[in-house]
């Protein structure tokens, strides 16, 4: 198991979130996508996140009860990804995320970190986690399947204008 924790970060400390918000390698994953939220990149997946609107962030995280915290590597003294759940109120569930900065990936974090975010919605009361993403991210499927979540559910929408099969998962705490 890598020797990491968890942090929650000072607004100070979001200069990290808009690092990695801003590396296309890092957010491709959410690219394609028909949204329509501040600062979204539909090329690319990046999201703009300047320092003018951390304080706004963290002030809406906190007033909206939302879960977030970086993955932080103790041995390297630095932080290598962030993870978050919130309530989803049209759905009626908690969901979660996970993001390893792509100079980290494929080096052992995700599981680790998704399990500490696991640990830490059981200790805030929260039963059941969710997550949804594209049933060909294979990598992602299986860490969330070796930290417990199941598939409960396929799904469908588009991405580049192309219909795309997903998966939503879940895990019982």
């Known amino acids: 198991m890598k020797h990491i924790s968890l942090y929650i970060p000072k607004i100070e400390d979001y200069w990290y979130e808009e690092k990695v ?3 296309p ?3 491709n994953y959410n690219a394609g996508y028909d949204v329509s939220y501040y600062g979204y990149h539909y090329d690319t997946g990046c999201i703009d996140f300047p320092k003018e609107k951390w304080e706004e962030t963290y002030n809406k995280r906190i007033s909206d009860n939302k879960y977030f915290a970086y993955i932080k590597d103790n041995d390297l003294n630095e932080f290598v990804g962030y993870v978050n759940y919130h309530y989803n109120k049209n759905d009626k569930r908690y969901e979660c995320g996970i993001l390893i900065d792509s100079q980290h990936r494929g ?3 995700s599981k680790d970190a998704l399990k500490l975010l696991c ?3 059981k200790a805030n009361g929260i039963i059941e986690l969710y997550d949804n993403f594209e049933i060909d991210r294979y990598n992602t499927l299986s860490v969330f399947e070796k930290v417990g979540f ?3 559910e396929e799904q469908a929408w588009k991405k580049f204008g192309k219909d795309v099969k997903g998966v939503l998962v879940k895990i019982k705490l």
Do not use: R
């Open 119 to 121: 640990d830490e919605a």
């Open 21 to 23: 918000q801003s590396d």
């Open 107 to 109: 080096k052992g974090y």
């Open 150 to 152: 199941e598939v409960v």
């Open 25 to 27: 390698l890092s957010m």
